[in-house]
């Protein structure tokens, strides 16, 4: 309990920590600064973070690091059942116009039997320790921009250094926060992909968004590419894609007339990304081009929620995974996750609103219902009878331990209650059957005050934080 501490000692570690972040880039753009985001070092802060790392056990932190390459193999898999992609979201479809253009893209690139040999994933699988259970149960799974590989790294480096400093006052020791090498397992798989295309000349594609505090997290990998790997990376938004990106005959993406091996999506998870027909634009041309796509369409569709639940039936893991020991560990980390059309759990999500969530297919955060909105709009739904129903899914309602915690935003430390979500990173490269990677790599543990429902750091809501193994 970090509210124990002597108030003087508070003040030097969130001092030291201040300028530690300062000095090793743990920092975001200022979005009170007019040109952050759009010129690097003007107007940066540090990133929002936990002073201290928030203690968790051990066992369940290797259990979700095995889960890693379960998932990435997962993931996979479903992406190439076309058809039950297609049909899984087909209610979805008629209700949410955003996967529904997904689904456009995905149907043409079925339709003219696009093949994508060289696959790579860059997942984030997102848990919370439930409380009264203590099992680890998964929020949801990121294929498509997930954050903080970088960051998340230099939180934990920074945390290792209080603890070397202040650990003995504390009776902590650093050594207990695991070592994070998210950012270079990040870097080294995008290299790795960029190699499998196999054109010295061809360029990396960072897809970012028009305004992002989030640059330095994506510089930090950019940087590991160049330094480490001697790959070159371009940065553009959906509409410059559209503007300045051709096919070559031979499917070549190339942008201001540089050929592109790989593309790195760090925009497009939202339906704010495409403000006009120019970014859906953009989106196809990228699919059809013969660019490895971190994520491709079927990777972006195969993290949906709506798939998330279908994939938590019973017998469905089954027609994707052999063995039946990684289909039970999987199995073992599903929450409750249920359809609106099921309607006993929709009487029992209106009975007792506050142990359900209603997600939408939004990624990003900040769009999930809690409460007794749930109720509200349980009832609303079926008042109306229409198809809005099938944009949402039901999830049981997580409680994990709610924990005093000091949290530094904008110069600022504050203490208050506040709970914690453990994301694994992985990465999984595939060409034809060779499998060339599949990995954990990493870990970013993220803290929230407790009163509010909702989750990101991006969204700013959340602070960066690391673990410490109990
Ligand atoms: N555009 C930003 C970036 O590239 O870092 C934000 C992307 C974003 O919101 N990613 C989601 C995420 O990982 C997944 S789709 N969020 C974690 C968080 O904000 O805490």
Known sequence: DYHGIDQGLLQKMAYDALVWSSLHGLVIGDKSVERSG????VGLVHAPLALLPTPFPESQWRQACELAPLFNKLVDQVSLDGKFLQDSLSRTKKADSFTARLLDIHSKMLEVNKKEEIRLGLHRSDYMLDEQTKSLLQIELNTIASSFAGLSCLVTELHRNLLTHYGELLGLDSKRIPRNTASIQYAEALAKA?????????????VVQPEERNMYDQHLLSTVLRESYHVATIRKTL????????????????????????????????????????????????????????PSISYHLAGTKKIQQELAKPGILERF??????????????????????????????EWPKLF????QREGGGNNIYGDDVRETLLRLHKERNEEDAAYILMQRIFPLVKNTVLMRGGCSFKDQAISELGIFGAYLRNKDKVIMNDQSGYLMRTKISSSNE???AAGFAVLDSIYLT
């Open 357 to 360: 969530v209603m997600k939408p």
């Open 239 to 294: 509409a410059e894609i559209d503007q300045d990106g051709e096919l070559l005959p031979d499917n070549t993406l190339s942008v201001d007339g540089q050929a592109v091996a790989v593309i790195y999506f760090r925009a497009g998870y939202t339906p704010t990304d495409y403000p006009s027909e120019s970014e859906w634009r953009a989106r196809l041309l990228m699919e059809q081009s013969s660019a490895i796509k971190c």
């Open 455 to 457: 989750g990101g750091v």
């Open 321 to 350: 995974l052999e063995n039946q020991d990684d289909i039970a560990k999987l199995r073992e980390c599903f929450a409750g996750l249920w359809s609106l059309d099921d309607s006993d759990i929709a009487r029992k999500a209106i």
């Open 38 to 41: 759009k010129v690097p070092a």
């Open 194 to 206: 960029w190699q499998e295309y196999d054109n010295p000349r061809a360029v990396l594609l960072f």
